[in-house]
């Protein structure tokens, strides 16, 4: 077994709780992403709202996956 066989086979217990934090905390740690993406938003008086919207979008798709909300299959992009 090689190194990386390895540290999947020690990393899988974690993926999983996070995995299940993900499914039960999903809306908390949307609506704080949503908070940070404001804040930083008015910080940068809306110089990069194009990218933080981006980022945010990014993280919450990362986290539907995470918590397995989307049924395995593809979310399609919201505008």
Known sequence: MGFLDNLKAKLAPAKDKVGDLAHQHGGKIEQGLDK?????????????????????????DAVDRLGHKDGGGAKPPTA
């Open 36 to 60: 940070a993406a404001r804040t930083v938003d008015q910080k940068t008086k809306g110089k990069y709202s194009d990218k933080i919207v981006t980022g945010t979008q990014k993280a919450k």
